[in-house]
């Protein structure tokens, strides 16, 4: 009997509206996560008994997203859409099929999932966007992918959305240890259709990213909700707080236990429950949330790349999704290589190995915007002519790597743009 690829059997799916299944994870997921994480939802406009087809978005704050936003909804379903390379992860294979998930390539362009996206639409119902691409890595938004604004224009269908507040401080990307605490969903209406009728596909994004707009840190600096972050929340915080506000050396920064300092300097700060940073002193330098702190790591990165001679070089090693099996225990991808990873003005090269053999790319930086992210920042991946490949780097280079590329890509003329909320249109 043929064996057949992974990837072809994902691709001859044809996805239809979400059955019982999803009414009963449902309300398993109200009985069982909202407890625990303190779950609050609030309707501006409620929506829940709307009928006929319809776009959901909302900001993608942590892998629980679907929960919080998704069993509020009932008995309104939605089909979600997820990450491609997930559906290649037995733990999530087949909860993704039962769920009658939608597959994504993230940031880049995906047939396939544009069809099955329009067959939902036409046959009635709602599809669940998460319009970022990938969860959180700072605890803010990043601005929305590319084309966000072409799809609901095309469409012309009302679209609702939510804004999640606290859903990263449940697990933020430097450490995705599940963290109790307190999680609030807002919903309201976004877009008539009357709206994206008489707007552009760049006023479209523009109202998104100002809608959906949230930081956590900056948000609970107000609220002070408390997590259960234990006695090692802030390990792996130097991942996401790589620079030195005080001695500006770079890859200095080394968490432990509930604290972060420059092994350099001995600047450093403690981390509370409310993920408020105490500095140890008067004489520490300690930005105002580690949003601010990310965003004064983004200046640098963006002056660094605008000198002609940029290189940023990492060993990594390769991984790819296999043919015909699952990934399983959780792997994100198969190891099949290894070699040397260089960002330039020019775009991403990769030069080394891949099932023995040798093998190289190189990506042009206006084609690459940025990458993804399936866990935590110890590794990060793109598609290469369709084909997913994750770079596990020998170093703490992973945010580095990201706001270098995305810096890059502004810079070279890039479409993807920052954030510029004086533009979004009301």
Same mark, same amino acid.
């Given at each position: 009997?043929?064996?057949?690829?992974?990837?072809?059997?994902?691709?001859?799916?044809?996805?239809?509206? $979400?059955?019982?299944?999803?009414?009963?994870?449902?309300?398993?997921?109200?009985?069982?996560?909202?407890?625990?994480?303190?779950?609050?939802?609030?309707?501006?406009?409620?929506?829940?008994?709307?009928?006929? $087809? #319809?776009?959901? @978005?909302?900001?993608?704050?942590?892998?629980?997203?679907?929960?919080?936003?998704?069993?509020?909804?009932?008995?309104?379903?939605?089909? #979600?859409?997820?990450?491609?390379? %997930?559906?290649?992860?037995?733990?999530?294979?087949?909860?993704?099929?039962?769920?009658?998930?939608? &597959?994504?390539?993230?940031?880049?362009?995906?047939?396939?999932? @544009?069809?099955?996206?329009?067959?939902?639409?036409?046959?009635?119902?709602?599809?669940? @966007?998460?319009?970022?691409?990938?969860?959180?890595?700072?605890?803010?938004?990043? &601005?929305?992918?590319?084309?966000?604004?072409?799809?609901?224009?095309?469409?012309?269908? &009302?679209?609702?959305?939510?804004?999640?507040?606290?859903?990263?401080?449940?697990?933020?990307?430097? /450490?995705?240890?599940?963290?109790?605490?307190?999680?609030?969903?807002?919903?309201?209406?976004?877009?008539?259709?009357?709206?994206?009728?008489?707007?552009? $596909?760049?006023? @479209?994004?523009?109202?998104? /990213?100002?809608?959906?707009?949230?930081?956590?840190?900056?948000?609970?600096?107000?609220?002070?909700?408390?997590?259960?972050?234990?006695?090692?929340?802030?390990?792996?915080?130097?991942?996401?707080?790589?620079?030195?506000?005080? =001695?500006?050396?770079?890859?200095?920064?080394?968490?432990?236990?509930?604290?972060?300092?420059?092994?350099? =300097?001995?600047?450093?700060?403690?981390?509370?429950?409310?993920?408020?940073?105490? $500095?140890?002193?008067?004489?520490?330098?300690?930005?105002?949330?580690?949003?601010?702190?990310?965003?004064?790591?983004?200046?640098?990165?963006?002056? %660094?790349?605008?000198?002609?001679?940029?290189?940023?070089?990492?060993?990594?090693?390769?991984?790819?999704?296999?043919?015909? %099996?699952?990934?399983?225990?959780?792997?994100?991808?198969?190891?099949?290589?290894?070699?040397?990873?260089?960002?330039?003005?020019?775009?991403?090269?990769?030069?080394?190995?891949?099932?023995?053999?040798?093998?190289?790319?190189?990506?042009?930086?206006?084609?690459?915007?940025?990458?993804?992210? =399936?866990?935590?920042?110890?590794?990060?991946?793109?598609?290469?002519?369709?084909?997913?490949? %994750?770079?596990?780097?020998?170093?703490?280079?992973?945010?580095?790597?990201?706001?270098?590329?995305?810096?890059?890509?502004?810079?070279?003329?890039?479409?993807?743009?920052?954030?510029? #909320?004086?533009?979004?249109?009301?």
């Amino acid at each position: 009997m043929e064996r057949i690829p992974v990837e072809k059997a994902i691709h001859m799916r044809k996805i239809s509206h $979400p059955n019982w299944i999803y009414d009963v994870l449902g309300l398993v997921w109200k009985l069982f996560v909202y407890p625990k994480y303190h779950v609050h939802y609030t309707f501006k406009k409620d929506f829940r008994k709307v009928e006929g $087809p #319809f776009f959901f @978005i909302s900001n993608h704050a942590s892998r629980l997203d679907y929960i919080f936003v998704g069993a509020p909804l009932l008995p309104l379903k939605m089909n #979600f859409v997820a990450g491609y390379n %997930e559906f290649h992860r037995s733990h999530l294979s087949l909860v993704f099929k039962l769920l009658r998930v939608i &597959p994504k390539k993230n940031f880049t362009a995906d047939l396939y999932t @544009i069809k099955e996206i329009s067959r939902v639409i036409r046959s009635g119902h709602g599809v669940c @966007i998460f319009p970022e691409g990938m969860s959180s890595i700072s605890g803010a938004n990043q &601005p929305v992918a590319l084309g966000t604004g072409k799809l609901f224009k095309h469409h012309m269908v &009302p679209v609702y959305y939510s804004v999640i507040r606290g859903g990263y401080l449940t697990s933020p990307k430097y /450490n995705l240890r599940d963290r109790a605490g307190y999680v609030e969903v807002e919903y309201d209406q976004l877009f008539t259709v009357e709206d994206l009728e008489r707007m552009s $596909p760049a006023e @479209i994004e523009a109202k998104i /990213n100002s809608a959906l707009y949230h930081d956590d840190y900056a948000w609970n600096k107000i609220h002070k909700h408390r997590y259960d972050i234990g006695e090692n929340g802030a390990e792996d915080l130097e991942d996401l707080l790589f620079w030195c506000p005080r =001695c500006g050396r770079q890859h200095t920064m080394k968490a432990s236990g509930n604290t972060i300092f420059c092994t350099e =300097c001995g600047n450093g700060a403690r981390l509370l429950d409310t993920y408020e940073l105490v $500095p140890f002193d008067e004489s520490c330098v300690i930005p105002e949330t580690q949003t601010a702190w990310f965003q004064m790591e983004r200046e640098l990165i963006r002056k %660094e790349v605008q000198q002609e001679n940029f290189v940023l070089e990492e060993k990594v090693q390769l991984g790819m999704l296999p043919e015909f %099996e699952l990934l399983k225990n959780q792997a994100t991808s198969r190891i099949v290589g290894s070699g040397t990873l260089r960002l330039d003005r020019t775009g991403l090269s990769y030069s080394g190995t891949k099932d023995g053999e040798p093998f190289a790319f190189h990506l042009g930086s206006t084609a690459l915007p940025t990458y993804g992210m =399936c866990t935590d920042l110890s590794r990060f991946y793109t598609f290469v002519n369709g084909e997913f490949m %994750e770079f596990y780097p020998e170093n703490r280079v992973v945010e580095k790597f990201f706001l270098a590329t995305e810096e890059l890509h502004r810079l070279n003329g890039g479409k993807w743009k920052d954030f510029d #909320f004086s533009q979004s249109a009301n």
